[in-house]
């Protein structure tokens, strides 16, 4: 059973700085694709980064010069490192990773962690 498991938020003052980190356990393959999510109240769940396998990475643009995204492959973990925070910034925050399989690509999510920014 591949699961997900974040760590990291917490609550921090505008311009403060957190480190998000995700552990993916249950399979010895690493994911094609790792990165994270943000969902803030009432709102959809959108991009915030993600790094591909070769180390391509995509962020949203709200996030593009603050918000960097690591991965260690033989950790399975992947990190965001969050700078220069927001109060927009405020969500949850999920863990995504994906895998093909079949010709099909399976996605899981981990349990989301809070990000709360004070302004």
């Known amino acids: 059973q591949v699961q997900l498991v974040e760590s990291g938020g917490g609550l921090v003052q505008t311009g403060g700085s957190l480190t998000l980190s995700c552990i993916v356990s249950?399979?010895?393959?690493?994911?094609?694709?790792m990165g994270w999510y943000r969902q803030a109240p009432g709102q959809p769940r959108v991009l915030v980064a993600t790094?591909?396998?070769?180390?391509?990475?995509d962020y949203a643009d709200s996030v593009k010069g603050r918000f960097t995204i690591s991965k260690d492959n033989a950790k399975k973990t992947v990190n965001l490192q969050m700078n220069s925070l927001k109060p927009e910034d405020t969500s949850v925050y999920y863990c995504y990773a994906d895998w093909s399989a079949f010709g099909k690509v399976v996605n899981y999510w981990g349990q989301g962690t809070q990000v709360t920014v004070s302004s």
């Open positions: 249950g399979t010895r393959v690493s994911p094609n694709t």
């Open positions: 790094i591909s396998s070769g180390d391509n990475t």
